[in-house]
C-alpha cells in the first residue's frame, strides 16, 4: 500500500478554512464501509493502491457507473466475485437513491455502480481493523465463557487466527476507540482519496486539482457530519466553500488542497473531542450504559441495552438469561451490536440496517429483519435465526444458522463445523419489518454460501506467506430430520397482532417431508398414547411420569428460563 500523499499545486491558494464552526457537529468516519464493507480478498490489497486505482480510474474514464462484468475484466477477478463487490458496495452505500441500492437482490448484475463509489470502495480495502483486546479480568471472562470445546486443544496449521483464541478470549474495542481508528485512517489517506475524486486542470502555476461539489459529496461514503440526536447534513452544507452555492448554477470546483486542508482540520479537531472524553471516562465513575466505555472494561454479567450515536444500540454481557427486545424498545435505532452474550436466548424482534453478533456462546439468537447486512464473528456454539438481505460468517465454531437472506451467504476466516438451514420462525410483525427494509421472502439462498479466504488481510495480525490462499471453511446443510420450527412467545398478545401467521420464506421439498414424517410420528404417539388400556390410575401415574421428564428436559436444557422469562412479562 503507497503512503505517499498526492500533491497539488494551486495558483493562488485561499487562506486554509477553519473548520466547521459549529462545535456540537464533529465529523465522523461512517461506520458501514468499515465494519461491513471489507472483503477478504487478495487481489483488492494492491501494492500501491493510489497508482492502480488512478490507472482504474483513467481505464473506465468514458463510464460513469461500472458493471460487474467490465469490473471482473478490469480488475482480472472472477465474475463471482465482482457481483459480490457490488453487492457489498450496495450493502454499505449511503444514498438509499443510488440505483444499486434500489435494485432488487436478484438483480445486481444488470445494474452498475457509480465508478468515484467503487474507486472509493476498492481504496479501503486496505484498511486494516482494530485488534480485540484481551479482557484484563481473566476470572470475570473464566466465569462466563463456556466449557471446553473440542476445538480448544487444536491449533490450526492453515491460520495463525487459532494462536490467538487458543489461550485468551478476545473483546472488541470501545466505540470510541474504533472510530479513533478509522478516523486516523482516513487522516493518512485523505489526500489520496481526493486525489482520486479530483480532476486535473490546467492554471497559470501549472496543472492542479480540483474538486467538483458532485465529487466532494461522494466523500459522504466515507465521512459525515451529525452528533447525538442530530439529523446528518450533507457535506457541501457543512462545507464552507459549497455551502452558499446556488443551487440553479453549477458550484465552482474547489482546489483539492483547500479541501484537504479543511477536512484534515476537522478530524483533528474530532480525534481531540475523542481523546479528551476516553480520558474522562478512564478517570471517572464509569458509567455501565455508556457504549464508548471500553467493551473490555464491561461488566460481563450485567445486561446492557445502550443507544449510541446515529443510529447504533449495544446488547452486551448477557449470561444464562432470556432477553427480549421488541421494535417499539428499540426506536431510533438503526444497527445493533450483539456482543459477549452466553448460554441465553435472546430475541430482537425489530426492523435494522445492520446487525452485528460478536463473541457469543450457547445461546440462540433471533434477529427479525436486516436489510443491508448481518455480521456474525468469534461465536461458538450459537444458533442464529435471521431474515436478512446479507450474512457475513466469520472465525465461528459449531453453530447453526437459519437464515432466510437474499444473496449468499458469505463464509471467511477460520471457522468450523458450521451447518446452516433454512429459516424456520415468525412472529406477528415479521413480514411488515421485512417489507420496511427491502427483504425479498421469495429468494432465500440460505445453501448456496460463498466461501472466501481464511486469512483475512485486514486483520492487523502478522500471517505466514500463502496462508491468505487457502478458501475458508464452508457451512454444511442441516440434515432435513435435525430441523424443527422455532416458536417464539407472543409477547404481544392480543393488543396489536401482526398480519404474519406461518413462515413467509418457502421450505425446500426435503426439509417439509421431514416435517411431515415428525408430524405423523408424532400423531401416531398420540393415538397409542391415548388406546392404551390402562386402569385411571395407571394413566395418572402415565402422565406424571411425562411431566417429571419434560420438566427434567426444561432444567437440563436450561430452556426452563424462557418460562420464567414468560410469566415475568
Not at 218 to 242: M, R, Y
Request: include cysteine; proline fraction near 6%; aromatic fraction near 6%.
Amino acid at each position: 500500500m503507497s503512503t505517499e500523499t498526492t500533491s497539488t499545486t494551486d495558483p493562488s491558494p485561499d487562506p486554509a478554512p477553519t473548520p466547521n464552526p459549529n462545535s456540537n457537529s464533529l465529523i465522523h468516519p461512517r461506520r458501514e464501509p468499515f465494519e461491513h464493507g471489507l472483503l477478504p480478498i487478495p487481489k483488492l490489497i494492491f501494492p500501491d493502491t493510489t497508482q492502480i486505482l488512478t490507472q482504474l480510474k483513467q481505464k473506465l474514464a468514458r463510464h460513469d457507473r461500472v458493471n460487474s462484468s467490465l469490473l471482473a475484466d478490469s480488475l482480472q477477478i472472477s465474475a463471482d466475485h465482482a457481483r459480490l463487490i457490488l453487492d457489498t458496495l450496495a450493502s454499505v452505500l449511503n444514498s438509499e437513491s443510488d440505483p444499486l441500492v434500489k435494485a432488487p437482490s436478484d438483480e445486481v448484475d444488470s445494474v452498475d455502480a457509480d465508478l468515484r463509489d467503487l474507486i472509493l470502495f476498492l481504496y479501503i480495502q486496505s484498511y486494516k481493523k482494530l485488534l480485540p483486546r484481551t479482557h484484563k479480568d481473566a476470572a470475570a471472562v473464566a466465569d462466563v465463557w463456556p466449557s471446553t470445546s473440542a476445538f480448544d486443544g487444536y491449533l490450526s496449521a492453515l491460520s495463525p487466527l487459532q494462536l490467538v483464541r487458543s489461550n485468551s478470549r478476545r473483546f472488541m474495542p470501545s466505540q470510541a476507540d474504533e472510530e479513533a481508528h478509522q478516523l486516523s485512517y482516513l487522516q493518512k489517506h485523505m489526500a489520496n482519496i481526493l486525489s482520486l475524486l479530483a480532476e486535473s486542470v490546467e492554471g497559470e502555476g501549472g496543472e492542479s486539482l480540483v474538486l467538483s461539489m458532485e465529487g466532494f459529496e461522494h466523500l459522504g461514503f466515507l465521512i459525515q457530519f451529525g452528533d447525538k440526536g442530530s439529523e446528518v447534513v450533507t457535506l457541501s452544507q457543512a462545507a464552507p466553500f459549497f455551502a452558499n452555492s446556488d443551487p440553479d448554477m453549477p458550484a465552482v470546483p474547489v482546489p483539492a488542497t483547500q479541501v484537504l486542508d479543511w477536512i484534515s482540520q476537522n478530524i483533528a479537531s474530532a480525534l481531540e473531542h475523542i481523546t479528551e472524553r476516553i480520558s474522562a471516562k478512564e478517570n471517572g465513575p464509569a458509567n455501565s450504559s455508556d457504549p464508548d466505555v471500553a467493551m473490555a472494561d464491561a461488566c460481563t454479567s450485567s445486561i446492557k441495552t445502550s443507544p449510541s450515536a446515529r443510529g447504533l444500540c449495544f446488547i452486551e454481557g448477557i449470561s444464562k438469561s432470556s432477553f427480549v427486545k421488541q421494535a417499539l424498545d428499540l426506536k431510533g435505532c438503526s444497527s445493533v451490536k450483539v456482543l459477549n452474550c452466553h448460554d441465553s436466548i435472546l430475541y430482537i424482534l425489530a426492523p435494522l440496517r445492520y446487525a452485528t453478533i460478536y463473541g457469543c456462546s450457547d445461546s440462540t439468537i433471533v434477529l427479525g429483519a436486516v436489510g443491508k447486512a448481518v455480521r456474525i464473528e468469534h461465536c461458538e456454539r450459537v444458533h442464529v435465526i435471521t431474515a436478512a438481505k446479507r450474512v457475513c460468517i466469520a472465525n465461528c465454531r459449531e453453530c447453526v444458522f437459519f437464515l432466510g437472506v437474499n444473496q449468499r451467504p458469505l463464509m471467511v476466516g477460520d471457522n468450523h463445523k458450521l451447518q446452516v438451514a433454512p429459516y424456520n420462525t415468525f412472529y406477528s410483525n415479521l413480514e411488515e419489518h421485512m417489507a420496511d427494509v427491502g427483504i425479498d421472502a421469495n429468494i432465500n439462498r440460505w445453501d448456496e454460501t460463498l466461501a472466501l479466504g481464511v486469512v483475512d488481510p485486514h486483520d492487523s495480525l502478522s500471517h505466514s506467506a500463502g496462508v491468505s490462499d487457502v478458501q475458508a471453511e464452508s457451512a454444511a446443510r442441516l440434515d432435513p430430520d435435525q430441523f424443527t420450527n422455532f416458536l417464539i412467545p407472543n409477547w404481544f398478545g392480543g393488543e396489536s397482532p401482526g398480519s404474519t401467521k406461518d413462515n413467509p420464506f418457502q421450505l425446500p421439498e426435503a426439509y417439509i417431508a421431514s416435517q411431515q414424517r415428525n408430524q405423523k410420528n408424532l400423531g401416531e404417539i398420540k393415538q397409542l398414547l391415548r388406546e392404551v388400556p390402562l386402569e385411571e390410575n395407571q394413566k395418572r401415574e402415565l402422565s406424571s411420569a411425562l411431566h417429571l421428564l419434560f420438566k427434567d428436559w426444561l432444567y437440563a436444557s436450561g430452556n426452563i428460563r424462557q418460562l420464567y422469562c414468560l410469566q415475568g412479562d
